[in-house]
């Protein structure tokens, strides 16, 4: 009985040994279904790419989460490849390792930047292009011979680049003076058709100022030249281009306008939407709050009430105006 009440005081059920067993066969088995094939690391670029969807750069030592799978072996070496996903448009790259010359390979969705520039101090650097070669500096100074040998050098050089440019110069006013022939021709050409042109259309405009005015003229020509030159200042007065008393006007009245619109404005003078002729006898009566009235608002809104607008045709609805008598 002690033992009975013992075991039920702790409230502990131990189960059978086959039971944990099957536990732990179920939790493996969950986790092998859900293994991933890859795992998720932190990985920081080694040189400055370019997307090849977007042409973004992604510079030296910007990281990213990255997925990393097992590529290959090289002899007893692994090789790893990281696919990551560029910031703007989400498209995959691929970065494998080459364990062969210590470096990185880029497999899918980038290129890589040129950017191997090598010292110039170095024994690589010999055949770059800012090689400076300190020990023959020292000598073309000290040695008066190398001296004469570089000026000789320097001024083949200039007389060379001299005569390249003055045949270049030649050949081209050659080519200008053909053109300019050419062209003077057709100026000419041009000029004359302009002002056999303009002389037919003044001959038809002053046929009749031209001719001396005699007593023999008759009074028909006078006639027809009063109403041609009627009509000419006619059509100028209309011509905006021409006239600046229209343009004058025609400011005038804007600003007019647009004075009145304030002045409306200000005595709450509400305007109808379509234009009556009749627009001045309508409106009768309008409050004007600020310099007439200073009171209360109870007294405010019984003034309002009082002189509200009447008018059939208004921008505010019928149930804010007052009923006409």
């Known amino acids: 009985m002690l033992s009975l009440k013992a075991s039920r005081a702790d409230n502990f059920y131990y189960g ?5 067993d099957l536990k732990k066969k179920k939790e493996k088995d969950f986790k092998k279904i859900n293994k991933k094939d890859y795992n998720t690391i932190k990985f920081e670029i080694p040189y400055t790419i370019i997307c090849k969807n977007c042409n973004i750069y992604i510079y030296k030592g910007e990281r990213f989460n990255s997925e990393r799978r097992k590529a290959g072996y090289y002899l007893s070496t692994c090789f790893y490849s990281f696919s990551i996903f560029c910031k703007k448009c ?6 494998e390792t080459n364990p062969q010359k210590c470096s990185y390979d880029i497999i899918e969705g980038a290129r890589k930047k040129n950017e191997h520039y090598e010292n110039i101090l170095t024994e690589g650097g010999i055949n770059n292009i800012n090689y400076v070669d300190f020990e023959q500096n020292k000598k073309k ?3 008066p011979f190398m001296i004469l040998e570089i000026n000789a050098l320097n001024k083949k050089k200039k007389n060379e680049l001299e005569n390249h440019f003055e045949n270049n110069i030649l050949n081209n006013d050659d080519q200008k003076s053909d053109t300019n ?4 021709t057709k100026d000419k050409e041009n000029d004359n058709r302009e002002i056999e042109e303009n002389n037919d259309i003044l001959s038809k405009e002053n046929k009749y100022i031209d001719k001396p005015i005699d007593d023999t003229q008759s009074d028909e020509d006078i006639n027809d030249v009063i109403k041609e030159t009627y009509k000419r200042n006619v059509m100028l007065k209309n011509d905006f281009g021409c006239n600046r008393t229209l343009r004058k006007q025609l400011r005038d009245i804007k600003n007019e306008k647009i004075q009145k619109r304030k002045e409306n404005i200000e005595k709450n003078i509400f305007i109808n939407i379509l234009k ?13 709050m600020k310099e007439k009235y200073k009171k209360t608002i109870n007294e405010k809104t019984k003034l309002a009430k ?6 059939k045709s208004s921008i505010f609805d019928k149930k804010y105006l007052k009923k006409s008598k």
């Open 16 to 20: 059978s040994v086959e039971d944990e």
């Open 90 to 95: 989400q498209n995959k790259i691929v970065i």
């Open 141 to 143: 100074k000290t040695n």
């Open 181 to 184: 022939q050419s062209l003077q």
């Open 276 to 288: 009556d002729p009749c627009e001045d006898l309508k409106v009768k009566k309008f409050l004007h």
């Open 306 to 311: 009082n002189n509200l607008i009447k008018k």
